[in-house]
């Protein structure tokens, strides 16, 4: 592994992610993002918190704090591997790999309360999300086994 290589699931490809959204200013035009969002990679769990223009805090987390989550996106590890892999060597996501195809085809958005208002985030900051994780393509990412 090379030594600038980020181990995908893990809290430091996260923060990473994290600190080049909030370098990038082509994500502050998109608009605001207020939300919590999950990640479950298989038993693996973050908490990506998202205020107006940033993304504020990232963290690991455990099935419990997705009750407490607006949303949360969940995908098998060779599914997540996939859409990343997608996003590396076209730039961005393309047809198919998008969280909104994604979820289409699979329903990988979810809400552990029911409550929609909530659930109903993924879509509407689905455009900043997209982009949160299309910046994935400039990290130098290895996935773990």
Known sequence: MAADSIVFPSLAWFEALQRLVNEDTAYRQIGTVDAAMGVKVGDNVFVVNFEAFECRSVRSGNEYDLINVDFFIEMAPAAWRAMLESIKSHGGAEAGQT???????HEISNNATGDQL???M???YNQSLQHFFDLSANLNTVFAD
């Open 99 to 105: 969280l909104v195809s994604l979820d289409m085809l």
């Open 118 to 120: 909530r659930a109903d």
């Open 122 to 124: 993924f879509f509407r």
